[in-house]
């Protein structure tokens, strides 16, 4: 008995280009909070080098302590250089049915949720983003690897904008389904 199994390649169907996408990026403003917590985390590095100095110190030799100390200046400096080059690469666009976040500039990271997949969103601000006029939107998926983006970021006007946007959305596409709010 034979059996005519056919599986070809689909070419024809019109697939989403999101390359071509105009992509928006965050508050420029956002890069002073970054570079606020980059100063942070560098003051409790060379705390803790400095009080490691001053316990440790007669238990290594001069050119351990350089080699330790040039690590945590590499470290550091690499913090810095990351945030700053990375920042460029955070972009967002909302389009009618979904939402796309872009970030990395090392390993560069492209997230589409559409929007019949959220299950809910979040609007943030913290206490130096109030300071700036910005807020963060958070928006979670039913999925469990990596389906949730956090645009942060943005002024506060465009993240009530998107709440509101994906909110309305959703909403109206869950009364044409019949289906509760």
């Known amino acids: 008995m034979e059996q005519n199994f056919q599986n070809p ?3 024809d169907i019109e697939i989403p280009d999101f390359e071509s996408l105009e ?3 965050v508050s420029p403003k956002y890069l002073n909070i970054i570079l606020l917590n980059n ?3 560098s003051i409790f590095v060379i705390s803790a080098f400095l009080v490691s100095y001053y316990f440790l110190s007669e238990n290594f030799t001069e050119l351990q302590i350089i080699a330790v100390a040039s690590l945590f200046l590499f470290l550091i400096v ?3 250089l990351s945030s700053v080059i990375g920042f ?3 972009k967002y666009a909302v389009r009618q049915h979904d939402i796309v976040y872009q970030y990395g500039w090392l390993k560069r990271s492209i997230i589409i949720i559409p929007f019949a997949r959220i299950q809910h969103i979040k609007v943030e601000q ?3 983003s109030k300071i700036l006029n910005l807020k963060s939107v958070s928006v979670y998926t039913a999925g469990v690897n990596g389906g ?3 645009i942060h970021g943005l002024p506060e006007e465009k993240a009530e ?3 509101h946007l994906i909110m309305n959305t959703i909403s109206s596409e869950n009364n044409e389904d019949g289906g509760e709010i």
């Open 9 to 11: 390649q689909i070419f």
């Open 23 to 25: 992509m928006t990026s």
């Open 39 to 41: 100063v942070l985390f």
């Open 78 to 80: 690499y913090v810095f």
């Open 88 to 90: 460029k690469f955070r």
């Open 126 to 128: 913290g206490w130096f």
């Open 148 to 150: 949730d983006i956090s």
């Open 161 to 163: 904008g998107i709440n």
